[in-house]
Every structure is written in structure tokens, then in C-alpha cells.
């Protein structure tokens, strides 16, 4: 059974920083491209950082240059690195694959204060 465990959010005043982890159990990591997902209040769930087999990386925009996504094969766990944080940053965050599977964990909260 797939098990997907986020953690390490909390409360951050605006410019902070975060280290989400995501523990992954059930499936080949180092098989697969992944992904972390945030959904705000009232928002879709919106995929913000990918990161391919090979390493490769992708950034939402509103992300780029402040966030960074890395992984340990190893370890079966993803990260997310935030800094620089925003208000518009708060949101629930979650790890799932890229394109997303049927697995979704509890998620994280990030609150964000200004």
C-alpha cells in the first residue's frame, strides 16, 4: 500500500523559511517523478515544484527562485524547501506523483503571517 507523510509545516512570519518532508513508503521512489501540491482556502489544488528521476526540476512561477525541491532515493523521501515566504504562500501542502495517483496523504499546513 502506498503511504504518503508530509510534514514540517507550522506558523512562519512572512520572509521565513520551512523544510517540508514528504515520506514515501509502497512504491519505487527513485521510479517515479514527483511533486508537491498546495491547496489554499477556496482554491484547486496546484502543483508548485517537480522533480524528475533524473533531478530535473520544475517551479510554479509564483515559486521560482524562492523554493527548492530535492529528493533522497535512499531515504524514500521528498523535499521542499521554502524561503522567502509570503502570505500567499499559506495553503495545505502535499507530496503525490506527477501526474498525481489515487495516494494522497494528510498534508501539511503552512500559515504564513504578515
Known amino acids: 500500500q502506498v503511504q504518503l507523510v508530509e510534514s514540517g509545516g507550522g506558523l512562519v512570519q512572512a520572509g521565513g523559511s520551512l523544510r517540508l518532508s514528504c515520506a514515501v513508503s509502497g512504491m519505487l521512489l527513485r521510479r517515479s517523478v514527483m511533486g508537491w501540491y498546495r491547496q489554499a482556502p477556496g482554491k484547486q489544488r496546484e502543483l508548485v515544484a517537480r522533480?524528475?528521476?533524473?533531478?530535473?526540476?520544475n517551479y510554479a512561477d509564483s515559486v521560482k527562485g524562492r523554493f527548492t525541491i530535492s529528493r533522497d532515493n535512499v531515504k524514500n523521501t521528498v523535499y521542499l524547501q521554502m524561503n522567502s515566504l509570503k502570505p500567499e504562500d499559506t495553503a495545505v501542502y502535499y507530496c503525490n506523483t506527477d501526474p498525481t495517483s489515487d495516494y494522497w496523504g494528510q498534508g501539511t499546513q503552512v500559515t504564513v503571517s504578515s
Open positions: 522533480i524528475g528521476i533524473g533531478y530535473g526540476t
